[in-house]
């Protein structure tokens, strides 16, 4: 896999611009991002265009500078309004999203909003490869394994990441179920009441987690090393930093009081933003 530099993305994502999202074959230098390949299903290009175009999509709704976004949204062509539109289309309503003239658009602003998502995804591919052992590819598995102890070994790493990678996102998945009951009001009174998933999962990935780093902190089966099992939980969609105690009630799958009270801090959704910042 070849390494992108920071110019390398820049010029893919101008590129891609071209023709906007979906990728397709317009994407297939972004296609070695550490990033998309670790979210794919496979390592097909179909697999890979749509994990570039979900991960684009979720750095643009992230944009650095806020009131930015619905014109990034429609420079790539990510709203019906734009979608499947000629580039100059595109710009045109990203311009008047921005609050910008057309040329000073072209000029300032989408250089600049194609250099913050360039950051952004190598960024997302770095700690990707820091925080986790490699996403295991999904395909068929052989029906024997060759008698051999490396060929144990690894078959018994690749066992212990699909286990942690399918944690990780089944506790996204409680989040994500959380957050919606969250959300409605007939519910959100009783929202801690349907939170046992989401401390089960938690309890479970942050064991596995553990097992991992004692396992393989030091393999040669590994460049990850140490893992952050905070930035872990992160990951998975918690949104806000985990404390000591926080982490302990999690791990412990938070049966005391005390401990539930931890949990409620930590499930509690932040305030929204109520300001941006200019540009």
Known sequence: MVALSHDDVVASLKRLIRVGLPSRSSGSDLFNLPGVRGRARSSEPEDLSVSLDDLIREKLSRLDVPRLRPAAAALFGLDTATAGTPLMSRREVAAGRSGYEANHFRKGVEPRIIDSLAWSLQVDSQELERLLPPQPSLGPISRSIEADLFAWEAAAHEQLSSELWAALYALRASI????????????????????DPVLERAASLIRLVQVYEASYSTSALTSTGSLDLRRILELAGLDRPVSDSQLFALADKAQSPSAREHIRELLTPLPARSTDRDS
């Open 176 to 195: 994500l179920e959380l957050r919606s009951s969250q959300s409605m009001e007939s519910v959100a009174s009783d929202a801690l009441s349907i939170a």
